[in-house]
């Protein structure tokens, strides 16, 4: 846990690899049909061996915050971008050996998005779903101590200037959403809904294929095929189906039509639920209706939306 704050990248790798390898079970874990018998068996006592060390270190003060710190130098902006988010210090550069060891790792141990990349419509991003897992599977391990930690780097993180932060934040929110354990849905009312409207409505433009990829990731099935609903995809999808304000830039419209568009990629059309369906049909008939708007980026950003819902 503690080398996820190293400033040398190998450390950072090798710290990642191994906690996504420690990080298998969890006893927070939502599991329908078994919860009461896994329950049962443990008394109550509902702990892993793992839990009281890493607790006792991601409760250490500032650990989030230093780690998410370190974690946004992993993510390699390109000079336009870096350029556009100012001067972050020495620790934020790395060579280009460094660059390439950190894109081959992420490149090679990919287990996700389970639908081709090229499908997103989104363009490039810099979200690593081996981070996005290594936060769910935290979470999954220490329960809602973890959330609540978490919660005042990720806010601060989510309206950084600097790219990179935004990148990792999107990264520890998906991971968070994904998560599925006991007490998300407190969370969910609490703090996970309103950050996901501020995220929608905040002008910032340049991190939307990111965020994108945290909304996609945190609708992905679950299971070996993908084909178990999430716990939170249903509040997610109606939060996204959520009407913006009159006032709102088109910018603003076209980054919530990304948002929905990455959430329905990794919906399987076989296994949708009544709710779903009921939401394509809403949502088909919205795109159609924007399909002539003034906005050019609007027009644009509705026919990603208009494909997925005839696919």
């Known amino acids: 846990m503690k080398n996820l704050k190293s400033q040398l990248p190998q450390t950072r790798i090798l710290a990642i690899s191994a906690l996504n390898t420690l990080l298998k079970e969890s006893p927070y874990k939502l599991s329908p049909g078994e919860k009461s018998d896994v329950l049962e ?20 003060d500032g650990f989030f915050n230093d780690t998410l710190t370190s974690l946004s130098h992993v ?12 001067n972050q210090g020495d620790s934020s550069i790395q060579s280009l050996a460094d660059k390439s060891i950190t894109r081959f790792y992420f490149e090679f141990s990919a287990s996700w998005p389970r639908t081709p990349s090229w499908i997103s419509f989104l363009g490039s991003d810099t979200f690593y779903s081996s981070f996005a897992r290594i936060f769910k599977r935290l979470v999954q391990e220490c329960g809602m101590p973890v959330v609540l930690a978490l919660k005042d780097a990720v806010d601060e993180f989510t309206i950084a200037k600097e790219r990179s932060k935004q990148c990792v934040a999107a990264e520890a929110l998906a991971g968070v959403l994904h998560s599925d354990i006991d007490g998300l849905s407190g969370a969910w009312e609490s703090w996970l809904m309103p950050q996901l409207k501020n995220i929608i409505l905040a002008p910032s433009v340049e991190s939307v294929p990111e965020w994108s990829s945290c909304i996609r990731y945190a609708v992905t099935g ?8 999430p716990l939170l995809r249903q509040k997610i999808l109606d939060s996204l189906m959520t009407p913006l ?7 603003v419209t076209a980054k919530r039509y990304a948002f929905l568009a990455a959430s329905l ?7 949708m639920p009544v709710a779903e369906i009921q939401l394509h049909n809403t949502l088909l008939k919205e795109v159609l209706g924007n399909m002539c708007h003034s906005s050019a980026q609007v027009c644009i950003s509705s026919d990603p939306l208009y494909l997925i819902n005839h696919v």
């Open 41 to 60: 068996d443990l008394k109550g006592h509902v702990k892993s061996s793992l839990e009281g060390t890493l607790t006792q270190t991601f409760q250490e």
């Open 222 to 229: 679950k299971g070996k095929y993908g084909t178990r609903v």
């Open 265 to 271: 990629i990794e919906i399987s059309p076989q296994k």
């Open 245 to 251: 304000p009159p006032t709102v830039a088109t910018t």
């Open 75 to 86: 993510h390699i902006i390109t000079d336009n971008e870096s350029a556009s988010r100012g």
